[in-house]
């Protein structure tokens, strides 16, 4: 079984910058991919980045440009890195762990608040 821990949400204003964290451990047949997730209140959960242990990387249109993903493999960490924020990116943020099974875990979601 996958444990996912996330760390890093919080309030910030618009136009500042915020890193989650999400570290995995547990996994037997380790990761395929791993990425954030976030879900606003009223709206459905919807993908924001994902990385492959390949490297590939996807990105929602609305973040592209701003968030930034990438992974410590020796810590099974994956990061997102969050700037420029804006209100609209206020959201429940969760880590999504495939394995090479398939897998699919997901962290217990992180709040991101951006407001003045």
């Known amino acids: 079984q996958v444990q996912l821990v996330e760390s890093g949400g919080g309030s910030v204003q618009p136009g500042g910058s915020l890193r989650l964290a999400c570290a995995a451990s547990?996994?037997?047949?380790?990761?395929?991919?791993m990425g954030w997730y976030r879900q606003a209140p009223g709206k459905q959960r919807e993908l924001v980045a994902r990385?492959?242990?390949?490297?590939?990387?996807n990105y929602a249109d609305s973040v592209r440009g701003r968030f930034t993903i990438s992974t410590d493999n020796a810590k099974n960490t994956v990061y997102l890195q969050m700037n420029s924020l804006k209100p609209e990116d206020t959201a429940v943020y969760y880590c999504?762990?495939?394995?090479?099974?398939?897998?699919?875990?997901w962290g217990q979601g992180t709040q991101v608040t951006v407001s003045s």
């Open positions: 547990g996994s037997i047949f380790g990761p395929a991919a």
């Open positions: 999504n762990y495939v394995d090479g099974r398939g897998h699919v875990y």
């Open positions: 990385i492959t242990t390949g490297g590939t990387t």
